[in-house]
């Protein structure tokens, strides 16, 4: 019997690199989408559905993740010449799986991306352009996802090999189109949101850095170029493969990220009351009302809390990820000025109110009482004057807001 003799550096192991990598990113990833759920769903109360986008989006990364990682065992790391042959259709039938994990991930967080641009920019110009973008891409990421599950016919094929008869797509004319789409797709969405982003009614500071957030995507996208490079594999595909692998689980790891990281304003203000005022002082008396239009979900409680307390805080907290972002001047501007003119001409009456009504906006009187000192403790009654005068101050906000019609209600 004659034996093959290798060179020693045939039984070197990269496959702690996987593993370690699934480990962090999957970790971060994670993380950030925990704090994203309870930012919205408890803090907040605004849990839509780009939030289930993102928990989707994790619960299939971390389902390729675990596919990367766990293939160590059929041989992901070592070269091909010492790994049992007889366990490689079990590395290509978790490689496949980990690759259907991947690309549904993927599609995920580009629709977690999308629906949390409509929620937050709610102009009708923007809100129509990111449609148009949620159609093209979804379409692409969703053909993308089919081909992938359907490359061989029958699917079995993908793992079986010659062992099974049947066809499959060629993988690097599949996976260069694949992944050139993916990184267009990227750009165009981390390029949407930017000029209305520049356009905001925010303080200089909070702008820049709330584009700065959002342009933390071209990370992906630069990890998604990246990638690119490691999809061509040689005959040596278990030791090869590693990196494209850990460069997947990175891609759609920081993507999740990304995606989470505008939403964890509440929370970061819960952790630092200095960042509660949207000017940035919390001693600031100023605060902003914002009136939901319902779309996400917004419950009475929620709003509730955006009413004073006596203890001298802020009146009211908007964070630029949840307020509905409110429209450019240049686009609310024309109805109020057509309003004034209105009541100019028509008086206050019906024929004002009706006309009011059509060009949806509405009128809002808040009037706010207060008694004695904003200090006063719990027992307030006991540090009541019994002589002399008390301060008593009445605060009447008026505010103009347009309104949405739900058809759900």
């Known amino acids: 019997m004659s034996t093959t003799m290798l060179d020693p550096s045939a039984y070197d192991s990269r ?33 839509g559905m780009d939030d289930w986008a993102a928990v989707i989006a994790l619960l299939l990364a971390i389902g390729s993740g675990s596919m990367v990682a766990s293939n160590t065992i059929y041989g992901a790391g070592h070269h091909i010449a010492v790994v049992d042959q007889t366990l490689l259709w079990k590395y290509f039938r978790t490689f496949y799986i980990s690759i259907v994990l991947y690309n549904g991930s993927l599609t995920a967080t580009k629709i977690a991306f999308l629906l949390q641009y409509y929620r937050v920019l709610t102009t009708k110009k923007m809100q129509n352009i990111i449609l148009i973008a949620l159609a093209f891409i979804s379409l692409w990421s969703i053909s993308q996802l089919l081909v992938v599950i359907f490359t061989c016919t029958p699917i079995e094929k993908f793992w079986l090999g010659d062992a099974m008869e049947g066809t499959c797509v060629p993988n690097l004319p599949f996976w260069y189109i694949n992944a050139a789409g993916n990184i267009i797709t990227d750009v165009v969405i981390f390029v949407v949101p930017l000029p209305a982003l520049g356009s905001l009614n925010l303080r200089k500071t909070q702008k820049l850095l709330l584009i700065a957030i959002f342009s933390l995507g071209f990370f992906t996208c630069a990890i998604s170029i990246i990638r690119v490079q490691y999809l ?26 990304c995606a989470c990281l505008p939403t964890l304003r509440p929370l970061l203000s819960k952790c630092v009351p200095s960042m509660r005022s949207p000017s940035g002082n919390g001693s600031s008396g100023r605060g902003y009302h914002q009136k939901s239009s319902g779309r996400d979900g917004t419950s009475e409680r929620s ?31 024309p109805n109020q000025d057509r309003l004034v003119g209105l009541k100019d001409t028509l008086g206050s009456g019906s024929q004002y109110n009706g006309a009011r009504d059509k060009l949806g906006l509405r009128p809002t009187v808040r009037t706010e009482v207060s008694l004695g000192s904003p200090h006063l403790g719990p027992d307030w009654s006991s540090q009541l004057p019994t002589e002399g005068h008390m301060k008593i101050s009445v605060k009447h906000d008026f505010t103009m807001t347009k309104e949405y019609k739900d058809s759900n209600r």
């Open 15 to 47: 496959a702690g690199v996987p593993i370690a990598v699934v480990t962090v990113c999957l970790a971060v990833a994670t993380v950030c989408v925990a704090m994203r759920v309870y930012s919205r769903a408890v803090l907040i109360h605004q849990f």
């Open 303 to 333: 709003r509730a809390k955006t009413t004073d307390s006596m203890s001298g805080s802020s009146r009211a907290i908007i964070y630029p990820e949840d307020l509905e972002l409110q429209a450019t001047d240049s686009e609310e501007r």
């Open 232 to 257: 061509h594999l040689s005959d040596d595909v278990t030791w090869d493969n590693v990196a494209s692998s850990c460069w997947s689980v990175g891609e759609i790891c920081s993507g999740i990220t």
